[in-house]
Every structure is written in C-alpha cells, then in structure tokens.
C-alpha cells in the first residue's frame, strides 16, 4: 500500500523553460543585453545531463546542482558571447532563476488534494535549498524536500529513489514516484518504488518529441496531477 | 538579515510528554496492562540523551533517533517489568508515539504566521521521517525537515546547526534558532546562528525547574511563537 508520492519536479511540477527564460528576459533587459532568452534556456538545461554524468560516473564528487548550473550558467554566457558582460555577483543571482519557476496550472490544487491522503515530497536533482524556496516562490505543499541531496547521487541512480523512501521511514514498494520521464520511472520501477506517469508535452516548447507518450505500462497513468489524484482515490 | 528559522521540535512545537504518555495509555490499556504512563514517558525520555551521547562521542556511528527510541524503549519495558509482555511488531507500532504528538496550543498559529515571512524548517534530533509523520499528524506546516539526520549528527554538536543553514543555501548569520532549551540556542549562537528563546515551563510537567527563564541575552525573547511572530514584525 502506497503511503508516500514522490515527484520529479523540473518539467513534471513545474515549467522550468518557461521560468528560466523569463526570469533570464528580465535579467538581459535590465542590463541591455539583447538576447533569446528561450534559446539561453535551453543552451543552459543542454548542459545539465553531462555535469551531473561527471559526479554520476565517479570522476567529481557529489556537488549539489547549485553549483553545477553555476558552472553551467558561466559555459552558457560564454557560448553566447556575454563572458566579459555579466559580473560574478550577477551571476549568482541568475543562477537563481532556477528557484523561480512557475508550476504547472494543475500542479498546486493536485498536490494538495494528494497530499491529504499521502505523504508528498519532491525526489528531484535540486538541492534541498533549490526545492525549498522553489516551493516558498511557487506555493508548493511539499511535507519535506527529498531527493538527489539526501543521497549525495543524482538519477537515475538508485540511490536517490532508495534513500528517499528510507528517509521516510518507507519500504520501496509503499512508495510512489510521479514523472514526466519515462527514464525516471523505468530506474524507480527497477529500485521497487510503484511509479505514475504524467506528460508534459510542453516542457521542451511546441517541437517537443520526447516522453509525449508512456514507454510502458506504469503503474497509473494520468493527464495531469489533479487527474492522478482522481486515479489514486483522492 | 535572518531569511530562515529553525526550530527544536520536542518540547519546543509539540508536547512530547503528554503526547507520548497518551499513545502509552492506549497501548497498554489494549493490552489490559496496567502502567503509570507518564512516568513511563518519562523513564523513555530519560534514555534519549545518554543514547545521544554515545553518537556524539564517537563510540557509535550516527544512526537515525527511531532506532535510539526503539533501544531505549525495549530498556524502558526492562525497567517496567514488562520484557515479556510487549511483542517486537507490537514495538514497533509503540515506537510511533513520536510522530503522534500534539502541538502547543499556540504552534500551529505561530508557525503559519512565521511561514508568510520566513522559510521555516525543523532543526530537531529528530529523523526526516519522524518530522514528516510528526508534522502531517499535527499539521505543522514546514518548508522542508533538516537536522540531525541532514547533518548525520545530534545537537548540540555545530555540524547539525551548520549543515541545516548551509542546505538552505544561507551562511549562520541569516537563520535564527528558536529552542524552549538554553543549551540548544548556546549551541546554535558559537555556529554562528541568530537566538530566539521561547520557554515551555510545562514541558516536564508541573515541577519542572529547568529552562523556566532564558539564562542569557538571546537576540529574541518571546512568550509563545505567536508573540515571537508579533516581535519578528510578522
């Protein structure tokens, strides 16, 4: 019996293309740069899977993604020229768009209608500070913030899923990861955790291609979080 | 300028004596066994910082606190006469007490209050899970849990203080630590942390004698957590 959610949070909670390239708009504006900032959002998330692959394969030790999107942001300006334009103390706050990112239009009436029958928490590759004002600035009902930080690994590596339950006091199967990726849920199924799969066909823009459709047959599937909600019996 | 505070929870937010003594009574009266169930609460609680303290000299390796209430509370029925009366699963379920405990009559007010204004976050000797089962009985509306576990260490040792302010992304400077326990805020002002003292003249009961008045000039004195709201300008 399933007595906890976990949730992916960037693309499956909240829309973080969208959230970065507003938040990088308003931050080029104010320096009068001139720049696509949708086009910024995505060069910068491009860089996300290899860091994380570097402390994944054991060639750097865990960091939190805080850091690795810091180390991102500087590869990313450089890519678009802006190296020489944008100081380090403007950085650090940029790097913070990721803390500033609007959730899905269903995800807060979902999550606090799940939330009454289970325990809910993010098992994200955020860090504990980035989940925490991400869910201060979105209004995110989380019970606690779980995920790559508590087991100093990041997914898909079992770890994450596996310590999260722990933490909780929970055995794999009493526990429940809720997606947008088919690869996230395939290394939770593999780790024991039941699984639900949520698309977002938008997370990537109009062009998306990947993840619009299950793999396979996930323990629920649903349209969206308030849907899921209805699925687990509300 | 403090952006997060941290709070004791036992004793601090909840009543664990009359929480505990209630979870007892039931217990036994189920079992047809007659026991005075606060001196039983009591004679559990006794065991918690000797157990503690075998952690944080280093003669044991850092295990989560359920585990050290499950080993106290098999000494404690030892101590009652009762070794032979109270089967493992029975326990275990009994261990639970921890997450089943009611908070001050002012805490939930105070705490939604603080919220508006500040991340808010357990920073107890409390595991995540006894935190988050803890906070969804009671309804304390935390941002995420850190403490002991976060950190892999118990209070009053800096590394738990200091682990908590650095998940949130925040120096010590920028957290303040609200304790019922003069020792605790000792503590948490040598990290480096910010000091708001709320007494629980009750927590041990109606003799207690410790912990009555603040034993020096912490940066907030307040009578309850909704008047420590009105003095941190809500």
């Known amino acids: 019996m399933v007595k906890a959610l976990l949730f992916d949070v960037f693309g499956t909670v909240v829309d973080w293309r969208t959230g970065v ?38 060639s750097r030790g865990y960091v939190p993604l805080d850091v690795l999107h810091r180390e991102n942001l500087d590869a990313t300006l450089a890519d678009f020229g802006l190296s020489a334009s944008v100081d380090p103390a ?53 019970d606690t913030v779980l995920g790559a930080e508590i087991a100093r690994a990041y997914k898909p590596q079992p ?14 199967s009493e526990v ?7 690869n996230d849920l395939a290394a939770a199924r593999a780790a024991g955790l039941k699984t639900a799969f949520v698309p977002r066909p938008t997370e990537h823009g109009p062009g998306q291609t990947s993840d619009l459709e299950p793999d396979t047959d996930w323990d629920v599937m649903a349209s969206d979080l308030n849907d899921l909600a209805r699925k687990l019996g509300e």
Chains 1, 2 share one sequence.
């Open 21 to 58: 390239a507003q938040e990088a708009k308003a931050f080029f504006a104010d320096r009068g740069i001139s720049v696509d900032t949708t086009a910024f959002a995505d060069a910068w998330r491009a860089k996300y899977q290899p860091a994380m692959e570097r402390v994944r394969a054991g």
């Open 90 to 142: 403007a950085r650090t706050n940029l790097n913070r768009a990721w803390e500033k990112l609007p959730p899905w239009p269903d995800s807060l009436m979902g999550l606090t209608t799940l939330k009454s029958k289970y325990a809910i928490a993010p098992c994200s590759n955020g860090s504990i500070a980035m989940m925490t004002w991400l869910a201060r600035y979105g209004g995110l009902p989380w």
């Open 159 to 172: 770890a994450v899923y596996l310590a999260s339950a722990s933490a909780l006091g929970l055995v794999p």
């Open 176 to 182: 429940m990861m809720v997606a947008a990726h088919n």
